[in-house]
DNA sequence: ACCGTTCTTGACCGCTCGGTCAAGTTCTTC
DNA sequence: GAAGAACTTGACCGAGCGGTCAAGAACGGT
């Protein structure tokens, strides 16, 4: 499967053909249909394992912090550094949602993300340190941020994560003009 | 070219046949081949061509407009119109960007855009009127949130395009938290 | 009226694809 | 060590792909 997810991230899903995925693993044909139904069932279960393991990276960074910005700066820390050790898979993650097939999956994952990070910003708004605008867009603006500045600058440039997360984290608090 | 800018981006790229395209526009294979060397060349047409024509949308909003934060602001204004009335395109060059062929193409385009905020960012920062970061880095930012915003909640969700290009703004210039 | 260029057709070609399956091998259990 | 379950093989299949091309229609200049 983690042979799979590079084939189909270097060449794109379509291109890469079962025949090439077996070969290059030196198995035959007929194990891979022992293990997987079809070629696009093995790609569900990369991108249903993928929002799992993100999903548990960034509750485990969350932790228990009880400050909610806090906790929003840690969540788009642990996304990016996940974003940062799994490429390949965030390249498949993107094309999955540009498929009308993929898309209810992705959807699914990326609902449950938001949702978690639209409690902390209510949380937010509630003790009047976030500004009174909906939670949803908000959550969403900040996975926008964080997401497109992994695949920028962390996969394409390979600038530091740390330094991008920074960047990141500075942005989606105070935007471009700054607060003080 | 229209017509296969709709199929492509309903079905998809590599499940879209030629003979697709051709029966639904009720003319022959061979008129196809005549216009076009290939159906990678038409597709990387629509891609240029939505380059030309989302830059041309940009720099007429901001037209003569002196203060760079506004021109900013208005350059997200333009982009969220634009996103808004070629849903089709964007899912195409959502699409691109995870494709190792499509790729250079798009980076061109996304480079001389980035290239063109980073100029009123830089600007903003000499006047000291947004903070000293990378303006490469928050000019990405921008771009992220805006396309993000656009895909998820007048694409997905058909919200009205003024709201979200409002919170949009909002986000962007002053970040989760506020200045004030 | 004629001819060369431009444009259009769709049957056709070679090829590769996702998926099947009869056959064989290895592992587990008693 | 026999028997059956679990696993593995790769030749094979029908389908559909991108692309070609001989044939001809439409058009424009003279």
Redesign the interface.
Known sequence: MAYATTRFA??????TSVAEIVQGLGVGKGVFYWYFASKEELFLEILRDAQRQLRRRQEAAIADEPDP?RR?ELGIRASMAWFDGNRAVV?LL??A????RFAPVLRRGQDVAVADTARH?KE?IVEG???D??PF??S??????T???AR??VHERSQSVED?AE??V???????????
């Open positions: 270097e060449n794109g899903y379509h291109p910005v929003i390249k993107q094309f949602s540009t498929e009308e910003v937010g340190r976030i500004r605008l909906d867009v908000l969403h603006a900040v996975l926008g941020v997401g497109h500045l920028e600058f991008v960047v990141a500075a942005f989606c608090l105070e935007g471009l003009l700054g607060a003080q």
